[in-house]
């Protein structure tokens, strides 16, 4: 018997439901968590030291010990800040980072009492779109910050941070519209499942991963993502030299943990939808997910190194580079692909 | 159930509103927000009525009115920042060489 | 040649504005004389009207011309559509007849910017010229309306101390009336579309004169056309404009205006108001013989009491104006003929007496009656001169005011007027009074005021200006019948119309009601 | 999707956008050149625009009688369309010819100013051959979005500030209502399309019932109404008038006028024909009231830019009255005496160019004591113009004047050309005012006159040339204008 | 319509409850002692001067209202380039003049200095 869609059968779609996404959001937090300490630890042995060495093995404990700490720190809200904003704009900037992941596709379709499991919290067929809303709506959180907590730092690294993350947000939308010029589709599920089949159609053994035929693109967003989540080199709001740490220069306690999380998850999910889009997704040797978390890693791996690597950019330089040099190739990029696919017809 | 005219009277509400907002506030980019509550409001009504007909017109009409608004938005801000360069201030009482 | 000679005559002084202008604006007397030059042609080219036989036993148009001007498909067509009758002839000539002699007399009285009064000058005598010949109520409309323009500047930039407030009640007053006219005038053209005149002869009035309105329609229309022109004759309620006017404007803009543009109201009344609307005009007749009669009473007592000369002079207008309205709303041959002459007297005679009045001004400045006294010794020629004018003016047997005033009395006394007639009467007594009264303290008496001791008299130019006037004062008084029998077979003609159609109206009325009905809605 | 896609193809016809597609194209190589040509310098960008709009005028009135339709019956060029096309150019041009000189004096010579000029020219122009509401929105926004940075050009200074602030605030908010009214009339008929929408109420086959149309209707009115200046939508114009910059000044009131009212009748001639009754009525209303307020507020002002910015309310009020007619007269009336009165406004704001100085002084009433004295030729020109606002024969505002009111007459709208016209006398004393002080007042000390320059003399010998051969020759800009009726 | 937007609503109800919980939580259990000098805001320890609420360079509010007219654009390629293979030439003829317009405009904000830094 073919399978048939869950939404037939509410409990079990809801059951199913909330557990995707409880295990989704646990996994999250966790890489999360052990993100800071393996950028610790990796730049530490890029720079031959051994980074955290004393909680747990290896520093393991490491960032449950940081997590406490900074929970019963005091929290500090500034006279003169407006309150709730205040409060306001680490969630904003936390739970857009979360919630993006509910498009990314983990897994092909298992088939549980005949009925069809995805192995996706959400699949939209304007998934991509999602995607880019909340990557918009991160940047709220970072201007808030930075305007409400009045100080001057802050509101320089906010403003900053904002044209920064808005000329690049630009620069990653143009690049993708390659992609679904091939995939001629917005859903992320339908995009991975394009990218198992053969290169082009022909070439059988490599899979059809767009990062093949959109290299160009490829690089284009995941320089422009870096530059949005204000990674290394592109750190500028939270340029600690020169800002003190920007738009979170006032805050304290977990309310910064949330800013840090909010990076690092950030950075997760770039690498989840880079991955999905680029680079086949979950598809691979191994069973899927497996697959995706191998992919992911490898990103967060080829950031933390570019952070021991590279000095910062100039705000000048990192803005010629987002108006002047992206968005240009980004056009020729989509006019390239539009002769190529038309000559091909 | 929820009715096209359900949508409709949202939106003919959050008109008003606009339209109300407009004619009150002072502060000009309050009031500029409120023309752009009425255009959404307008918007409203064109996708709730396009599925209501079934044809698309409405929401292709929709794509061109959030790119005009977006356009007298520059525009505008452009204007305001422009005034309030001269004048150190944005309140439209404040327009007042010209009787208003 | 004859075949455009009224267009010819027209437009003659157009072509003089275009070579005017290449005359460098200081070298005043040229441009003087050129402008004199281009209104003699323009007597000249008008001089074969004059002596042309034909008017004396056709009542019709001749030297008629006739071109399409502006035609939009089936909405509307203005044409081109001029002619002269024996009522329109004597005015043409008029016209032509005073523009040499007013353009003579500015010679010393106009000095700053004379360039453009020459121009205005010579633009008003176009604008006149094609209002009086116009046979299309569009041309004429148009005509009427640009005959404001030249005048309004007149007045304004050559006037006297109110010339501004004088220049503008003058423009508000004769435009808001024409405008009221003009919706009348369309409005009858879309009734002679109905009623099934033919779409190419737009708003040709001798077809118009055809139609058939229903009476409680004419009352409307007849009010349009007949306010407007009250205006410009002026008739009594809306006089006011003429003495403002008439004072304030140089001699010789007040010249033309009582020579030329009153007459336009008049003739408006003959030509227009009254053949168009022969009913409501018999409705009216009473009603604006009141007027016309408080006219010239009240013309007479006002000016009784002027202290000015020139006011005075204005005001006599206004009453020997309303002789004229008298004698046309006589609604017969004694009246209308009495009428015409009456206008060509006045304007002869009104004509000379500004005349007059500018020369003493221009050697005084000043107008106040106490100011002089005793200038007969002085200037003797001029005091012979002043009194002919004077005494014409009152309308002395032998003089050509008298011939006027005598028919016109005579149609009212005929027509059932009567009444009005005896009150008209005691006009003429009234002006004789306010006439030599004035003259008396001009001229006579001993000559007391050291500033008139040294007055010259007249010299050889304002002595020729004045002689072709004094002629005609003559002519007419002595042999009216050179005008009468160019002009009669028309009036008669016209009477004939009215009645006719009017007693036509009668039967007819109650047809025309449904189709009026309709045109109403 | 393939027959969808080919069928796009087949419904393109560029040749029903090419004027204003033209005129787009040289909005931007205008950009191009400005961008890349030395600072301050505009004489030369100024004549390529004039260049463009002239080629355009030769392809515009290509489409005399082609009646190209495009775009799924989006956008037609018919004689409707062609006429205003042509009022449009010669709006755009004698704007151009008299801004050189002024920009480069009040010191903002900016190349943008003229890709602004003709891009809003291009926006008039759809908004004129528009018959789906998408695009006469569309054309209505491109015009509205380029005058406001036009009415606000001279950064620097407040007055062209509030200008275009109060513009771009009401503006955007007529924008509002007329959207409103688009979203009601697509619910009631299920399209944007004029004649789908005519069909719709003609078949009767309405989705939602029709007190909606009615209000749809109304809000529409209520956008276009705004954009023509009508009472009571009227307040913004004296400020915006009086505060932008006078070229920009000049064009508002002639060339976006005239736009809106092409489309405003298209709109409601085509697809509310079935509501004629209530518009009418409406209208005879508005129009009245329009006439009133412009003409009696204008008597009171002394700065003759205000004056002439309540003038063109008042104008806008005469026009409305051939639109109350609704006939054909009427309707043609309104062609004409658009074309007109772009010559005879444009020709005044011209004279007012050469008449103030920097930063727009003596514009004013006294100012002009004299003006006739020191400036003779500028004193001639502004008597023609003003005559012909006056509509005092032969001008052309009197032809204009009169083709409205026998359309009126033919409607039976008797009194209503009674008070249009009691209205005009007593638009004459506020302009017989002007010219009181030009001629009747001696010349006041001298005001250090802007000197004459080619251009803005070009503009006004052209002006004065429309003006009177529209009035002595009017007939076959009528018969035109006649023949441009749907 | 529902089952695919119903999960995101969940995943942002607990990502919420997630940051909400640990903000309170350690606002609660985390010590308090405000003091003048450590609500001021930081300057390098010297004494705040001024207000931070002032105008800043009129260069991001360009770079602001660039992205929206580009951002914009981009909205219009998305549609287009789901179906772009259907539409075949013409298709990429049109979306080309619209990227031609848009290239034109960018060249003009270039040229202008609006992209221009320091």
Redesign the interface.
């Known amino acids: 018997m073919t399978p048939v869609s869950l939404s037939n059968n509410w409990p079990l779609f809801l059951t199913t439901m909330i557990v995707k996404i409880l295990v989704v959001f646990v996994v999250l937090i966790l890489i999360v968590a052990y993100a800071t300490w393996v950028e610790r630890k990796v730049i530490g042995h890029m720079q031959t030291r051994l980074g955290p060495m004393e909680t747990g093995w290896h520093g393991l404990l490491q960032p449950i010990a940081d997590g406490l700490k900074l929970f019963f720190k005091e929290d500090i809200i500034p006279s003169q800040a407006s309150k709730f904003t205040f409060v306001l704009a680490p969630m904003m900037l936390l739970v857009p980072a979360f919630i993006t992941f509910a498009v990314v596709p983990f897994g092909p379709d298992i088939e549980i009492g005949g009925y069809l499991v995805t192995q996706q919290i959400a699949d939209l067929n304007v998934g991509v779109l999602y995607v880019l809303a909340m990557a918009g709506l991160g940047a709220y959180g970072i201007v808030l910050a930075g305007w409400s907590s009045n100080s001057k730092y802050s509101l320089l690294g906010g403003i900053r941070s904002t044209a920064q993350m808005i000329s690049y947000e630009l620069a990653a939308g143009l690049s993708i519209v390659a992609v679904f010029m091939l995939a001629e589709t917005l859903s992320l599920r339908e995009i991975v499942m394009l990218q198992r089949e053969p290169l082009w159609g022909v070439v059988d053994f490599l899979p059809n991963w767009y990062v093949f035929s959109q290299p160009l693109a490829f690089g284009l967003f995941v320089v422009a993502s870096l530059a949005e989540i204000n990674r290394v080199p592109f750190d500028l709001p939270e340029a600690e030299t020169e800002l003190v740490s920007g738009f979170c220069t006032e805050y304290s306690s977990m309310k910064y943990a949330l800013f840090f999380m909010a990076e690092y998850a950030n950075m997760v999910v770039i690498s989840a939808i880079a991955a999905t889009l680029f680079l086949g997704g979950w598809s691979g040797p191994f069973p899927g997910f497996i697959n995706l978390l191998i992919k992911i890693f490898a990103f967060m791996f080829f950031f933390i190194w570019l952070r021991a690597t590279f000095p910062r950019v100039r705000y000048d330089q990192l803005m010629k580079l987002g108006w002047k040099i992206m968005l240009p190739l980004g056009l020729v990029n989509i006019a390239l692909t539009a002769v190529v696919v038309i000559l091909m017809q | 159930m929820v009715t096209v005219y359900h949508y409709l009277v949202l939106s003919a509400i959050l008109f008003s509103l606009g339209t109300l907002g407009v004619l009150t506030r002072r502060n000009a980019i309050v009031v500029f927000m409120c023309i752009e509550l009425m255009l959404n409001a307008v918007n409203l009504s064109f996708i709730s009525l396009s599925s209501f007909l079934g044809n698309v017109d409405g929401q292709i009409f929709v794509f061109f009115v959030m790119t005009v608004a977006a356009a007298e938005a520059a525009v505008g801000l452009a204007l305001i920042i422009a005034f309030y360069r001269n004048k150190e201030s944005i309140e439209v009482d404040e327009v007042s060489l010209l009787k208003w | 040649m004859t075949d455009h000679l009224l267009s010819l005559m027209t437009f003659f002084p157009i072509l003089g504005i275009l070579f005017l202008l290449f005359i460098p604006k200081d070298n005043e007397g040229l441009l003087k004389s050129f402008t004199l030059v281009v209104t003699l042609v323009v007597f000249l080219i008008s001089l074969p009207l004059a002596f042309d036989d034909v008017f004396k036993n056709s009542a019709g148009f001749h030297y008629t011309e006739f071109a399409e001007?502006?035609?939009?498909?089936n909405?509307?067509q203005m044409n081109y559509n001029i002619g002269v009758d024996g009522i329109s002839l004597w005015l043409v000539v008029l016209t032509t007849f005073i523009m040499p002699i007013t353009v003579l007399s500015t010679w010393n009285a106009v000095e700053k910017?004379v360039k453009g009064f020459m121009a205005l000058m010579l633009l008003l005598e176009t604008a006149m010229l094609g209002a009086f010949i116009s046979l299309d109520l569009f041309l004429f409309?148009?005509f009427w309306?640009?005959m404001?323009?030249p005048m309004?500047?007149m007045i304004?930039?050559w006037g006297g101390g109110r010339?501004?407030y004088a220049?503008?009640k003058f423009?508000?007053y004769t435009?808001?009336g024409s405008?009221?006219m003009?919706?009348a005038i369309?409005?009858v053209y879309?009734m002679a579309a109905q009623s099934g005149v033919p779409f190419e002869n737009g708003f040709s009035i001798t077809h118009f004169y055809s139609l058939n309105i229903a009476p409680e329609l004419q009352t409307w229309l007849f009010l349009a056309f007949a306010f407007s022109f009250a205006i410009k004759v002026p008739m009594f309620p809306v006089h006011t404009w003429l003495p403002d006017a008439h004072t304030e404007a140089p001699t010789a803009g007040s010249v033309i205006l009582a020579a030329i543009l009153l007459k336009m109201g008049t003739y408006g009344y003959l030509r227009f108001a009254m053949p168009l609307f022969p009913d409501a005009t018999f409705k009216f007749i009473p009603f604006l013989s009141v007027l016309a009669v408080i006219g010239i009473i009240y013309g007479a007592l006002v000016a009784m009491v002027q202290e000015d000369v020139k006011k005075l002079v204005a005001y006599s207008s206004v009453s020997h104006l309303g002789f004229v309205m008298l004698g046309l709303f006589a609604m017969n041959l004694q009246g209308f003929s009495g009428g015409m002459i009456q206008m060509i007297n006045h304007g002869i005679s009104t004509g000379a007496l500004f005349l007059i009045v500018g020369f003493i001004y221009e050697r005084r400045h000043t107008r106040l009656i106490v100011e002089f006294g005793g200038l007969a010794k002085q200037m003797p020629i001029f005091a012979t001169i002043f009194m002919i004018v004077t005494l014409s003016s009152i309308g002395l047997p032998g003089t050509n005011g008298f011939v006027g005033e005598f028919l016109i009395l005579m149609g009212a006394f005929e027509s059932e007027l009567r009444w009005f007639a005896v009150f008209a009467t005691s006009g003429v007594i009234f002006a004789a009074v306010y006439m030599l009264w004035m003259f008396q303290r001009v001229m006579f008496g001993e000559l007391d005021n050291p500033a008139n001791q040294k007055l010259k008299d007249l010299n050889a130019r304002e002595i020729a200006l004045m002689l072709p006037l004094l002629l005609f004062v003559f002519w007419i008084g002595v042999c009216p019948n050179t005008f009468f029998e160019k002009m009669n077979p028309a009036l008669d003609n016209m009477i004939q119309q009215i009645k006719g159609k009017q007693m036509a109206q009668v039967e007819i009325v109650d047809t025309t009601v449904a189709k009026n009905d309709y045109?109403?809605? | 999707m393939e027959n969808l896609v080919q069928d796009a193809i087949q419904n393109v016809n560029m040749a029903a956008i090419m004027p204003s597609f033209i005129l787009v194209l040289f909005g931007m190589a205008v950009m191009m050149v400005t961008v890349f040509s030395p600072k301050g310098k505009t004489a030369h960008i100024s004549w390529v625009s004039i260049a463009g709009l002239v080629i355009t005028a030769f392809v515009a009135f290509g489409g005399w009688n082609a009646n190209e339709v495009g775009f799924h019956g989006s956008v037609v060029m018919d004689n409707f369309a062609t006429f205003f096309n042509m009022t449009f150019i010669v709006a755009a041009i004698l704007t151009i010819l008299m801004s050189d000189d002024y920009i480069q004096r009040e010191g903002y010579p900016l190349g943008e100013y003229y890709a602004l000029i003709l891009f809003t020219t291009a926006g008039a122009m759809w908004m004129a051959s528009g018959t789906d509401l998408l695009t006469i929105f569309l054309g209505l926004e491109v015009l509205s979005v380029s005058l406001y940075v036009l009415a606000g050009m001279f950064r620097n200074q407040l007055r062209s500030n509030e200008a275009g602030l109060k513009y771009f605030f009401l503006g955007a908010f007529s924008t509002g209502f007329l959207l409103y009214g688009v979203a009601l009339l697509f619910g009631v008929t299920g399209t944007t399309n004029l004649q789908g929408i005519a069909d719709a109420f003609a078949s009767g086959e309405t989705m939602l019932d029709n007190s909606m149309a009615v209000a749809g209707m109304i809000l529409l009115g209520t956008g276009f109404l705004f954009k023509i200046a009508a009472a009571p939508f009227h307040m913004w114009t004296p400020d915006v008038y009086q505060g932008a910059p006078t070229p920009i000044t000049a064009f508002m009131s002639a060339g976006p006028k005239a736009a809106a009212f092409a489309a405003f009748v298209r709109v409601f001639s085509v697809s509310l024909e079935s509501m004629q009754v209530e518009w009418t009525s409406m209208l005879w209303i508005l129009a009245v009231l329009t006439m009133i307020v412009g003409n009696v507020i204008a008597i009171s002002q002394d700065n003759i830019k205000r004056m002439l910015a309540y003038s063109s309310i008042a104008h806008a009020g005469y026009a409305m009255v051939g639109m109350a007619a609704a006939n054909?007269?009427g309707l043609?009336g309104i062609l004409f005496y658009m074309l007109a009165y772009t010559f005879m406004n444009m020709g005044a704001f011209a004279v007012l160019v050469l008449a103030g100085k920097k930063g727009e002084e003596n514009l004013t009433l006294e100012g002009f004591s004299g003006f006739g004295?020191r400036r003779p030729f500028l004193g001639v020109a502004m008597t023609i113009f003003l005559?012909s606002l006056?509509g005092?024969?032969?001008t052309a505002g009197?032809a204009g004047k009169?083709y409205i009111?026998?359309g009126a007459?033919?409607a039976?709208l008797?009194w209503l050309?009674?008070i249009g016209?009691?209205n005009?006398?007593v638009s004459?004393?506020y302009y017989?005012r002007v010219?009181?002080y030009m001629?009747?007042r001696d010349p006041s000390e001298d005001f250090g006159w802007v000197k004459m320059n080619v251009a803005t003399t070009a503009s006004i010998i052209l002006a004065i040339v429309g003006v009177l051969l529209l009035g002595i020759?009017?007939?076959p800009v009528?018969?035109l204008a006649?023949?441009s009726l749907f | 319509m529902l089952d695919s937007y119903l999960p995101i609503l969940v995943l942002i109800g607990i990502a919420l409850a997630f940051a909400l919980g640990c903000v309170v939580l350690s606002g609660l259990v985390g010590m308090r002692k405000p003091g003048k000098v450590k609500l001021s805001p930081y300057e390098c320890g010297l004494p705040p001067v001024g207000t931070a609420r002032e105008k800043f360079p009129i260069k991001f509010y360009l770079v602001a209202v660039a992205f929206i007219v580009f951002d914009l654009e981009v909205v219009f390629m998305y549609p287009w380039s789901v179906v772009f293979k259907k539409l075949g030439l013409f298709g990429a003829a049109t979306m080309g003049f619209f990227i031609f317009v848009l290239v034109i405009g960018f060249i003009y904000d270039w040229k202008k200095g609006a992209l221009e830094w320091e």
């Open positions: 001007w502006i035609s939009v498909g909405y509307f910017n409309y148009i309306e640009l404001l323009i309004y500047f304004g930039i010339r501004i220049a503008v423009f508000l435009a808001v405008l009221l003009l919706v369309i409005y879309y045109l109403l809605k | 054909e007269i043609s004295y005559f006056m005092i024969p032969p009197f009169f009111f026998a007459l033919k039976d008797v050309a009674v016209v009691l005009s006398a004459l004393y017989l010219m009181v001629y009747f020759l009017p007939g009528m018969e006649k023949l």
